[in-house]
C-alpha cells in the first residue's frame, strides 16, 4: 500500500433520547468496529480518528484504549452542550487530518471490515485510477440514483479536498453521499463500488457484506427507519436480532451471511430471504421448532435492552419475597416445572435450586441467553425461546406451570385465554398453575408516586386504564393489561381451573420510596411480609395490590 491510511469514524447515535443511550451502553458498536479493525488491519500504516458525540464513559474508554486511535471529543473540540451531526462530525476529521496521510477511510461504527487486508484492497482500486470506493446505495432508485455511501468509503485525502465537498451543510433529505459521487463523476471520475455479496440475506438493508471485506449492520445506534419499508416492526425486531448475532460472535454471523454455515440465527421461508421476520427464532430448543406467534414490537424493543436483569433483587424485592412465600406454599413440593415467561431465570434458578427440573420459555432472546448464563453459574435448568400461546411441551407432562408476566403482556383477552389454555395443556392431571398479573390500580399508583399525574393527558389517560384494564400502546413502554382480582380469577376458571384463589402479591407498599431499605433491617422485613401474608385474600388488600397471583388446579382424573 503506498501511503499512510486514515480511518474516519463519527461516533454518536439517534435520535438522542434516555432509550437510544441505554442501547448506546448496552451495545458499544464502536468497541466492535475498532476491535475488528485492529484485528483486520496488521501490516497496513494506519492511524483511526474518532469523533465523539455520545459522552459515554465505556466508548471513551474503548476508543482511549486503541492503541492507534486518536479521541476528538466533540464538547471540549466546540464548546460545552454542543453535539453535531454525523456529517458535521466527519467535516470536522476531515479537517484535521494531517498531511501525511494519503488516503481517507470513512468507517460507520457498525461497519466491520471482515477480511483480512481490506485497506489495501480498497487503496488498490485507486491505484488502479478510481477516484473513490465504498458501498453501493441503490435501494432508492430511481427517486435517487445509486451513489457510493459514506458508511465505508476510501478517497484520496487531495481528491476529497479538490471536491470541495462537504458532508454537512445539506437541507432536508440531502444525501452528501450522492453529492461526493456527483461531484466526482461529473468531473469524468469514475468510482468503484463495494456491492453487497451476501450469499445469505437476513434484511433488504440490514447485515450486508460489502465485496466480502465489511459487513454494515446499517442501523447500530438508531432504530431501523429504512425508505420504502412495509413494516416497520418486523424491520426494527430484525435489527436487534441481529445486534445480538453480532455481539455474541460476530464470527459466526458472518459465516451466516457468506452461507458457509447453516443459519441457525433467523426462520428463513421457502420463498427466500426474510424481509423482516419475527423474532421468534428458536435458539436452541430441546423440544422442537415449530414457529410461535410473534411478541409485540414494543415490548420486544423494550426487553431486548436487558432492563429486566436485576430487578427482582432490587427495585421489586417486595414482591419477589411475597412471590416466592405464595409459591412455596401452593406449588407441589417437586417435579417439572414450567416457567412460562421466565425471563432471564431469576426464578427458574430458585426453582432449580429447590430440586424441580425446570423449564424456562420466553419470547425474548436476550431472557433466554441471560437464563442459560444463570443456569450455567447455578443449578441448572433449561430454557428456550417460546410463546405462552403455543407452547412448544408434550401434553400432560407438568406438575406446574408458573407464569408471571405474560398475562398483563397479552393485551387481547382471547390471547390470554389461550396462554392459559396452553398452561392447562401441559399439565398433568392434578398439576398446579401460579399466574400473577399486573393489579388494576398498579399504574394509577406509579403515576401518583412519580407525580406524572400533573402532566396534561395523564389523568384521563389513568383513567382510562382504570375503566377497561387496558395500557395501549404508546402510552408506555409496551401495551400491557392490568386486571382487577375478579377478572383474573374468572379467566383462569374460565380455562378449566379449580380450586383457584387470587391473592395479593405486595399490597401497595412497592410504592414507598424507602421500601428496599425498610427490608434491609429484619425486622420491618418480616414484619411487613407477616402482615401481607395474613391479609393476601382481603378484599380491599386485593383491588389496591400492585401485583395479583392466581393460583389453581387442572382438576385430577378422578375429580
Ligand atoms: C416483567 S417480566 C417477568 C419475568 C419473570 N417471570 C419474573 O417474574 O421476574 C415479563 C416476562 O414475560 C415475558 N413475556 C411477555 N409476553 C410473553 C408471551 N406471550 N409468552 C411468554 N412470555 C412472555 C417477557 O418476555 C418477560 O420476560
Known amino acids: ?184 463523476t461529473g468531473t469524468g471520475l469514475a468510482v468503484a463500488t463495494l456491492e453487497r455479496t451476501n450469499a445469505v440475506e437476513a434484511h433488504p438493508i440490514l447485515a450486508g457484506l460489502y465485496a466480502d471485506l465489511v459487513y454494515h449492520h446499517g442501523a447500530g445506534s438508531r432504530p431501523a427507519w429504512f425508505y420504502g419499508s412495509t413494516d416497520q416492526g418486523a424491520d426494527e425486531r430484525m435489527r436487534l436480532l441481529l445486534r445480538r448475532a453480532a455481539f455474541d460472535d460476530f464470527d459466526h454471523l458472518v459465516a451466516v451471511l457468506r452461507g458457509q454455515v447453516p443459519n441457525d440465527l433467523w426462520p428463513v421461508d421457502a420463498e427466500g430471504p426474510a424481509s423482516g421476520p419475527a423474532p421468534d427464532t428458536d435458539v436452541g430448543s430441546p423440544v422442537g421448532t415449530a414457529a410461535a406467534p410473534a411478541p409485540d414490537p414494543a415490548m420486544f424493543a423494550h426487553y431486548e435492552r436487558g432492563t429486566e436483569l436485576g430487578r427482582l433483587e432490587h427495585v421489586n424485592r417486595l414482591e419477589y419475597l411475597r412471590s416466592r412465600t405464595i409459591l412455596s406454599e401452593r406449588l407441589p413440593g417437586g417435579g417439572r416445572l414450567i416457567d412460562v415467561g421466565g425471563g432471564p431465570g431469576t426464578y427458574a434458578s430458585w426453582f432449580a435450586s429447590l430440586g424441580y427440573r425446570v423449564d424456562l420459555v420466553d419470547p425474548i432472546p436476550l431472557h433466554v441467553e441471560q437464563a442459560r448464563q444463570a443456569a450455567a453459574r447455578g443449578a441448572a435448568f433449561d430454557a428456550h425461546v417460546g410463546d405462552a400461546r403455543q407452547l412448544d411441551i408434550d401434553d400432560r407432562v407438568a406438575d406446574a406451570v408458573v407464569m408471571m408476566g405474560p398475562l398483563f403482556h397479552l393485551v387481547a383477552a382471547d390471547d390470554r385465554a389461550r396462554a392459559l389454555a396452553e398452561a392447562y395443556r401441559v399439565l398433568r392431571p392434578g398439576g398446579v398453575l401460579a399466574a400473577s398479573a399486573m393489579g388494576r390500580f398498579f399504574l394509577f399508583g406509579h403515576a401518583v408516586a412519580g407525580n406524572e399525574v400533573r402532566s396534561p393527558g395523564v389523568v384521563e389517560r389513568i383513567s382510562s386504564i382504570v375503566e377497561t384494564g387496558d395500557r395501549p400502546d404508546g402510552w408506555g413502554p409496551f401495551p400491557a393489561h392490568a386486571h382487577r382480582p375478579d377478572e383474573l380469577g374468572a379467566e383462569v376458571r374460565a380455562a378449566g381451573f379449580v380450586d383457584v384463589q387470587v391473592l395479593a402479591i405486595e399490597g401497595w407498599f412497592h410504592l414507598l420510596g424507602d421500601i428496599s431499605a425498610r427490608l434491609d433491617d429484619p425486622a420491618s422485613a418480616s414484619a411487613l411480609l407477616d402482615l401481607l401474608h395474613r391479609f393476601e385474600s382481603d378484599p380491599g388488600l386485593l383491588e389496591s395490590s400492585g401485583h395479583l397471583m392466581a393460583v389453581g388446579r387442572r382438576p385430577a382424573e378422578a375429580d
Open 1 to 184: 500500500m503506498a501511503g499512510r491510511c486514515a480511518i474516519l469514524i463519527a461516533n454518536g447515535f439517534f435520535p438522542v433520547t434516555e432509550e437510544t443511550r441505554a442501547d448506546a451502553v448496552a451495545y458499544p458498536w464502536i468497541e466492535r468496529c475498532l476491535h475488528e479493525v485492529d484485528r483486520r488491519s496488521s501490516g497496513v500504516d494506519y492511524e483511526v480518528h474518532v469523533w465523539d458525540s455520545t459522552g459515554i464513559p465505556e466508548h471513551l474508554e474503548a476508543i482511549r484504549s486503541h492503541d492507534r486511535a486518536h479521541l476528538w471529543e466533540g464538547e471540549a473540540e466546540i464548546g460545552p452542550g454542543a453535539r453535531l451531526s454525523h456529517r458535521d462530525a466527519l467535516d470536522q476529521l476531515v479537517a484535521r487530518v494531517g498531511d501525511d496521510v494519503e488516503y481517507l477511510v470513512f468507517l460507520d461504527s457498525d461497519a466491520l471490515p471482515v477480511a483480512d487486508g481490506w485497506l489495501p484492497r480498497m487503496t488498490a482500486v485507486l491505484e488502479e485510477g478510481k477516484a473513490a470506493i465504498g458501498i453501493l446505495r441503490d435501494e432508492q432508485a430511481p427517486r435517487v440514483p445509486p451513489f457510493i455511501h459514506v458508511s465505508c468509503l476510501c478517497i484520496r485525502r487531495q481528491q476529497m479536498l479538490a471536491t470541495g465537498v462537504t458532508f454537512g451543510g445539506g437541507g432536508d433529505g440531502d444525501e452528501p453521499s450522492l453529492r461526493l459521487t456527483e461531484a466526482l
